[in-house]
């Protein structure tokens, strides 16, 4: 029998929430290893040979579709709530690359004998409450019986063949500007242990539910050389696959690191995911941290973020017009975090 709607609680029907229910960066690599890759259509500018954001396919010399999809189990309890973010984070892979929103289609999954209507309706709600703000419909879906709680979406997007923004195009030189604040993930963590504030919690959902629109705006400028957004494989793992693309290494400064005040103090005291030490096995060779670091710092930068924000690695004389684009859109957090040099694919933190 179903329990009343304001007795529910989300996350108690997921083992794992938001992008941290990702599956671990080593394993999904082991998986995708044998995965064939035959004929590939030259309209199909970006496939799965980067571990990009979304699929890309040139229509024409004008036109071509962004697509792809989002999914998740429940990374906070309101209903509403959860269908934002998860809306905002399936959109996001969209802005990555530069693309505008066109449309999307639902994806839900819901476990129907535990899961009243109501809270089901509001999910859904939640969603498509983003997609207006984005100006797009939810074009159709589809839905199924589950275990677990599901939403997300797929969604289509439209961008000029020459103004595709890829993940492995940075250059030796260029800087690194990330939009949005770390320890979503240590938020959530601290959630599920009912540690955090009412505070804290507004701010997960305030800076998980913040478009990334401004990679619409980035995609016209030429000097922005790579684009992706941080989500379940937090910034090292995001930034990484930017460093094995353009085979070149990142140095990011640790204090210029934008992080929500109230998740620093949560890892501090040990509160972080269980996914960040999946992602930190899958990679963690790959980063060097300072000597005698905090084990709480590595943490932070594995951890994975949910609708997190977007990574710019952009000409250092592009830095201050990035910059604009995101204040212009009130994305205060966002900042200058490192550079990227020559050298092998790797992080080195200071």
Known sequence: MNAP???????????????GCKIAPAVLSEILAKTPVRGLPKDLLVGIES??????????????????????????????????????????????????????????????????????QRIIAGGESVCAQAGIPIAGGHSIDTLEPIYGLVALGIVHPKKVKRNDRAKDGDVLILGKPLGVGI?????????????????????????NTPGTALAEMEDVHALTDVTGFGLA????????????????????????????EWVKEGTATGASDRNWKGY?????????????QRKLISDPQTSGGLLVACAPSAEERVL???????????????????????????
């Open 5 to 19: 709607a304001d007795l529910i609680r989300l996350t108690q029907f997921s083992h794992g929430g938001g992008c």
């Open 51 to 120: 571990s990009d954001d979304a699929a890309v396919y040139r229509l024409n010399d004008e036109q071509a579709i962004v697509a792809t999809t989002d999914f998740f189990t429940p990374i906070v309890d309101d209903p509403t709530d959860f269908g934002r973010i998860a809306a905002t984070n399936a959109l996001s892979d969209v802005y990555a690359m530069g693309g505008k929103p066109i449309f999307a289609l639902a994806i839900v999954g819901m476990p129907l004998e535990k899961m009243p209507v109501e809270v089901i």
């Open 187 to 211: 938020l959530s963590a601290a959630l599920k242990k009912g540690k955090l504030s009412a505070e804290g919690y507004n701010r997960m959902v305030e800076v998980t539910t913040q478009l």
């Open 237 to 264: 793992g995001h930034l990484l696959e930017i460093c094995r693309g353009s085979k070149l290494g990142a140095e990011v400064r640790f204090d210029d690191l934008p992080v929500l005040p109230e998740a620093l």
């Open 284 to 296: 963690g060779h790959e980063v060097r941290m300072p000597a005698g670091a905090p084990d709480w």
């Open 324 to 350: 604009g684009k995101f204040r212009e859109r009130g994305f205060a957090f966002a900042r200058r975090i490192g550079s990227m040099r020559a050298g092998s694919a790797s992080l080195a933190v200071t």
